[in-house]
């Protein structure tokens, strides 16, 4: 039997697809080469936003067809809009066979047991409830060959802050802390395979806590495994940049000059009623400590984030606060969303959203001011010879493709005669900045062998 995933949304939905294509072989099952050729489908979704949810729903109905053409094929939805729709879903959608919740990922087999013995329609949205030390984990025992980054680990499950906007907390729970002794196993489990980069992943991964262990007794933890060369992690809450995270960020070699942290507004009044619990110039004074402790690191520390426009009252000089945030903060990237409004949420409370035209209009000033700070910053590598780990090599085109220490895409020729290998470390020189990627040579021979090596 053959299955395809589907994966939409954030870090953690990558990791339980992974998981659950790991429980999927376990049975005996292989990845389809496409979905024509796929028995099984599972749609691992995202509630996130309502323009997420509402794609999902229009691949849900194209799967409709892909379930008459042929008999027996099994439609399951997974992840967040799964918990969030629950048994609406399948009222909705009567031909999907099972939907399942992101707690349930190990319930998987089971599920699908009892689609063979023929029930339709199954819904297993019941949040794990044991206690969080006993919190189940189904780390992947394998890893895909060959490497694939950006590689996950989680580490932390759920959410305990009550951002008014969001709607996670309410569909992935509150936080369980995964243990140490897991984290470090899946580490080298990824090491014998051949990974040489992990990055650690939670929805407020830096709120870490495991017996007397913060985040960044994780960090130092995690960076002592043989054979890792760098190490990050996401995403990151404000409040809980401690001094310590600070002084991790300087003193782990391995830990890569990036941080994702997002801010949502610059106004001090739309951050109170979005709950996010620190006013904007703590955020700055943040950015400029994690700036200098890491100012001897090989790159400039990169910082990103997320940002929302349109929330419930904001007004033009609220978003007037955003826009010089991304000057004093120098962003080298942002995400930048339209405040949607998610059931369940308290902003539903908070009065009418802004109208669209006008927070449409917010956020293309908003990416214009990004992209003019996020291409400054990356010109001023031009020049500069930056470390790149190789994700993506087009033999065809003959160039290749990775990411520096502070995740700037690097795109470089493979020089003449050579190869390059996804995985491989090596050295360019940056000639060339836009907004969103830099250009180079490759200056290191190491980072491509000889062909016929
Ligand atoms: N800590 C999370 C993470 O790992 O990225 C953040 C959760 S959410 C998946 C990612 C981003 O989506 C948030 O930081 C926020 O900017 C945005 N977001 C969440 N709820 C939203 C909403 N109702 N409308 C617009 N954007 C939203
Ligand atoms: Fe959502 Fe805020 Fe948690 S954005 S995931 S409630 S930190």
Known sequence: MKFHLLTYGCQMNVYDSDSMADLLFERGMSPAASLEDADLVLVNTCAVR??????????LGNLLTWKKRRPGRILGVTGCMAQNE????VERADYVDLVLGPDGIT??????DE??????GLV?????????EDSLWHAPLAAPQPPRYPRFVSVQKGCNEKCTFCIVPSVRGFERYRPIPHVLDEVKMLIEHGYREVTLIGQTVNAYQYGDADFAELLYRVAEVPGLARLRFTTSHPRWITPRLVSAMAEIPILCEQIHLPMQSGSDRVLRRMKRRYQAEEYFQLVDALRRATADKPEPLAVSCDLIVGFPGETEEDFQRTLEA???????SAFTFMYSPRPGTAALRLGEPVPRPVAHERLLRLNDR???VGTALNRQLLGRTLEILVDDVNEEKGVL???SRSMKTVHAPIPEGRRAAVGELGEVAIDFAAAHHLKGRVVQAELCAARGD
Do not use: F, N
């Open 326 to 332: 991304v000057e004093r903060a120098q962003w080298d």
């Open 50 to 59: 309502e323009s997420a949810q509402d794609r999902i729903w229009g691949v």
């Open 370 to 372: 990004v992209k003019a």
């Open 107 to 112: 319930r998987l087999p089971e599920l699908l």
């Open 124 to 132: 297993d949205v019941t949040p794990e409830s044991t206690p969080p």
């Open 115 to 120: 689609v063979a013995a023929g029930r339709r």
């Open 401 to 403: 493709c990775g990411r």
């Open 86 to 89: 629950g048994q609406a879903l």
